[in-house]
């Protein structure tokens, strides 16, 4: 894992080896200075001489300059470094997930792709950055205390080598209880951020619903369900500390017993057994820092396999070596023997042995019931989602041999959800070409009938668009779509329900402005009201995953007994009205 995250320390690797120096510095540099206060002790105040004291105490106060500059410098370096690490981190998960699927973000869901992307790459942050400073300071500080404490007195040493065996135990059976924990998590840090996004998503729903109360309910159990695991692994990091102190003061209290009695027979000096305690509280000081390391990158490898899981995702659709970028040139289309698994399942299909023809330039109309895989049939034109069985093909040519670019930048579709962005009309329009000019905006917005609405508003074109498109209406974000999938000049247009917050008079308005505009284009409609696609070349009639039926509007309402009910039930309302 760590190996995966390596290329994203790029042109940031000498901040970090700045910083290691410097840490190297800051630490010999600290070690040295109980070693001459010994001297002040045991020289300077013993024989009473004061240029001693002077001497060596100005060499400390040096020493204690210059590890505090590097100190400094290391602690802005690590920054640096941490900083950069995560920016391109960030970046790359930003860019990997931009190549999934719909089935590969199925495979995480949005919330935790979120979490991932912002509170696991903090922790992986913050672990680098502690890594940086004290991955080399604290072994540096335990080797050279090691090194003097042994040179004033090896016997005492042999004290704190009992110690560091049973530390190390405790630390590993903290390791290993907490992991699991740990992980379990962020697992539920999932579940808040799903809440939060769904509530805030759909705040006006909630509002209209009145229910504010349940969705309250809702994120107690989410949050309560975060507290209780972060309190479940904190149970199992929170030994970590008495354990490392009780080991601490253990060492200080038996090197002051034994230590006292050296000093009592004359074998050891008072200097030495200060600066000797001194030592071993670094040493000691070391080992919690190597601990708090321990703790960091325990909760770290969670949030570290989290992330690598995301860069090493299999995309399932992407260009093979022979992927051709040739363009679409005509628009026919072809689906020969296609089924479909969202689960890739041949025992779970949505969709089941399709085999069916669509000229190039005709108007395809669509009418089926909620759930008979409509949106899906045309979700494996473009790519959306790759056939479980069969093929594909545009111009004669399976999907897969085309390059995802050419065939998405040759198929303009209108999803079921109408997305928008925060930004002007202009920006929002020119998705479909960022090249367009305003003129052509205007053309495909009277073509969408869009234009008269977008006139009204004080602004026209430059409106701004809020987030999602919240300060328009639905049947305005409808056409505002449209206007912008026709922008790209695509082969084939696929409109998926997109006329279904307009009223009858618009959309009739509409399918008019398509037919005398859109000559040549194959298009493909997917409509509840039969009107939307009366006037269709053909209608394709979809049941439970198979095309029930294939006919005109005139055939298909003589003879096929789904088309019939829609019809009747449609035409009843109308008459009512």
């Given at each position: 894992?760590?190996?995966?995250?390596?290329?994203?320390?790029?042109?940031?690797?000498?901040?970090?080896?700045?910083?290691?120096l410097?840490?190297?510095?800051?630490?010999?540099?600290?070690?040295?200075?109980?070693?001459?206060?010994?001297?002040?002790?045991?020289?300077?105040?013993?024989?009473?001489?004061?240029?001693?004291?002077?001497?060596i105490?100005?060499?400390?106060?040096?020493?204690?300059?210059?590890?505090?500059?590097?100190?400094?410098?290391g602690?802005?370096?690590?920054?640096?470094?941490?900083?950069?690490?995560?920016?391109?981190?960030?970046?790359?998960?930003?860019?990997?997930?931009?190549?999934?699927?719909?089935?590969?973000?199925?495979?995480?869901?949005?919330?935790?792709?979120?979490?991932r992307?912002?509170?696991?790459?903090?922790?992986?942050?913050?672990?680098?950055?502690?890594?940086?400073?004290?991955?080399?300071?604290?072994?540096?500080?335990?080797?050279?205390a090691?090194?003097l404490a042994?040179?004033?007195n090896?016997?005492l040493?042999?004290?704190?080598?009992?110690?560091?065996?049973?530390?190390?135990?405790?630390?590993?059976?903290?390791?290993?209880?907490?992991?699991?924990?740990f992980?379990?998590?962020?697992?539920?840090?999932?579940?808040l951020?799903?809440?939060t996004?769904?509530?805030?998503?759909?705040?006006?729903?909630?509002?209209?619903?009145?229910?504010?109360?349940?969705?309250?309910?809702?994120?107690?159990?989410?949050?309560?369900?975060?507290?209780?695991?972060?309190?479940?692994?904190?149970?199992?990091?929170?030994?970590?500390?008495?354990?490392?102190?009780l080991?601490?003061?253990?060492?200080?209290?038996?090197?002051?017993?034994?230590?006292g009695e050296?000093?009592m027979?004359?074998?050891?000096?008072?200097?030495?057994?200060?600066?000797?305690?001194?030592y071993?509280?670094?040493?000691l000081?070391?080992?919690?820092?190597l601990?708090?390391?321990?703790?960091?990158?325990?909760?770290?490898?969670?949030?570290?396999?989290?992330?690598?899981?995301?860069?090493?995702?299999?995309?399932?659709?992407?260009?093979?070596?022979?992927?051709?970028?040739?363009?679409?040139?005509?628009g026919?289309?072809?689906?020969?023997?296609?089924?479909?698994?969202y689960?890739?399942?041949?025992?779970s299909l949505?969709?089941?042995?399709?085999?069916?023809?669509?000229?190039?330039?005709?108007?395809?109309?669509?009418?089926?019931?909620?759930?008979?895989?409509?949106?899906?049939?045309?979700?494996?034109?473009?790519?959306?989602?790759?056939v479980t069985?069969?093929?594909?093909?545009?111009?004669?040519?399976?999907?897969?041999?085309?390059?995802?670019?050419?065939?998405?930048?040759s198929?303009?579709?209108?999803l079921q959800?109408?997305?928008?962005?925060?930004?002007?009309?202009?920006?929002n329009?020119?998705?479909?070409?960022?090249?367009?000019?305003?003129?052509?905006?205007?053309?495909?917005?009277?073509?969408?009938?869009?234009?008269?609405?977008?006139?009204?508003?004080?602004?026209?074109?430059?409106?701004?668009?809020?987030?999602?498109?919240?300060?328009?209406?639905?049947?305005?974000?409808?056409?505002?779509?449209?206007?912008?999938?026709?922008?790209?000049h695509?082969?084939?247009?696929?409109?998926?329900?997109?006329?279904?917050?307009?009223?009858?008079?618009?959309?009739?308005?509409?399918?008019?402005?398509?037919?005398?505009?859109l000559?040549?284009?194959?298009?493909?409609?997917?409509a509840?009201r039969?009107?939307?696609?009366?006037?269709?070349?053909r209608?394709?009639?979809?049941?439970?995953?198979?095309?029930?039926?294939?006919?005109?509007?005139?055939?298909?309402?003589?003879?096929?007994p789904?088309?019939q009910?829609?019809?009747?039930?449609?035409?009843?309302?109308?008459?009512?009205?």
């Open positions: 894992m760590i190996k995966a995250l390596k290329p994203y320390l790029k042109g940031y690797g000498k901040y970090a080896l700045l910083c290691m410097a840490m190297i510095v800051e630490a010999v540099l600290e070690m040295m200075l109980p070693f001459l206060m010994s001297k002040i002790i045991d020289v300077g105040v013993a024989n009473s001489d004061l240029s001693y004291v002077l001497k105490g100005g060499t400390m106060l040096g020493m204690a300059l210059i590890s505090l500059i590097a100190g400094a410098i602690s802005r370096y690590s920054s640096v470094a941490g900083m950069g690490f995560g920016s391109q981190l960030r970046k790359a998960l930003f860019d990997k997930i931009q190549t999934f699927s719909f089935s590969n973000i199925d495979h995480f869901s949005t919330a935790s792709l979120v979490t992307s912002t509170a696991d790459v903090n922790n992986i942050q913050n672990m680098f950055m502690m890594l940086n400073r004290m991955a080399i300071r604290s072994p540096i500080m335990f080797i050279t090691m090194i042994t040179n004033i090896a016997e040493v042999m004290i704190f080598l009992v110690v560091v065996p049973i530390l190390g135990i405790a630390l590993f059976l903290i390791v290993k209880l907490a992991f699991p924990r992980e379990a998590m962020l697992e539920k840090y999932d579940g951020n799903a809440s996004q769904e509530n805030l998503t759909a705040i006006r729903v909630v509002k209209a619903f009145v229910r504010s109360a349940y969705e309250k309910a809702k994120f107690k159990l989410s949050n309560d369900a975060l507290m209780d695991a972060s309190i479940k692994a904190e149970k199992i990091i929170i030994f970590n500390m008495p354990v490392m102190q080991s601490t003061y253990t060492c200080v209290v038996l090197i002051l017993w034994f230590g050296l000093v027979e004359g074998t050891m000096l008072t200097g030495e057994l200060m600066s000797f305690i001194t071993i509280n670094q040493i000081m070391s080992m919690m820092m601990s708090m390391i321990f703790v960091n990158v325990l909760i770290s490898s969670a949030s570290l396999k989290r992330i690598v899981e995301v860069l090493e995702e299999d995309i399932d659709i992407k260009d093979g070596e022979a992927s051709s970028a040739f363009p679409v040139q005509n026919s289309i072809e689906f020969k023997d296609v089924s479909f698994s689960k890739n399942d041949p025992n949505v969709l089941e042995n399709i085999n069916v023809k669509i000229k190039a330039g005709e108007t395809i109309g669509i009418i089926g019931g909620t759930g008979s895989s409509k949106s899906t049939f045309v979700q494996l034109i473009p790519r959306l989602y790759d069985e069969g093929s594909v093909l545009i111009d004669g040519r399976n999907v897969k041999d085309i390059q995802v670019e050419t065939l998405r930048n198929v303009s579709m209108v959800k109408n997305v928008l962005f925060s930004g002007t009309i202009l920006e329009l020119r998705w479909g070409d960022q090249e367009a000019t305003k003129e052509q905006c205007i053309e495909a917005c009277k073509v969408a009938n869009a234009h008269d609405f977008i006139m009204g508003f004080p602004d026209g074109y430059d409106t701004y668009i809020e987030q999602g498109g919240t300060n328009v209406s639905g049947g305005q974000k409808q056409r505002l779509c449209i206007a912008r999938a026709l922008l790209k695509p082969k084939i247009l696929i409109l998926d329900d997109s006329t279904s917050a307009v009223d009858t008079a618009t959309d009739a308005s509409i399918r008019k402005e398509l037919r005398e505009n000559k040549g284009m194959t298009t493909i409609i997917i509840q039969i009107s939307s696609v009366q006037d269709a070349d209608i394709f009639v979809f049941d439970e995953g198979k095309i029930n039926d294939i006919g005109t509007h005139d055939e298909l309402l003589g003879r096929n789904i088309y009910e829609v019809y009747r039930s449609q035409m009843k309302g109308v008459v009512s009205e």
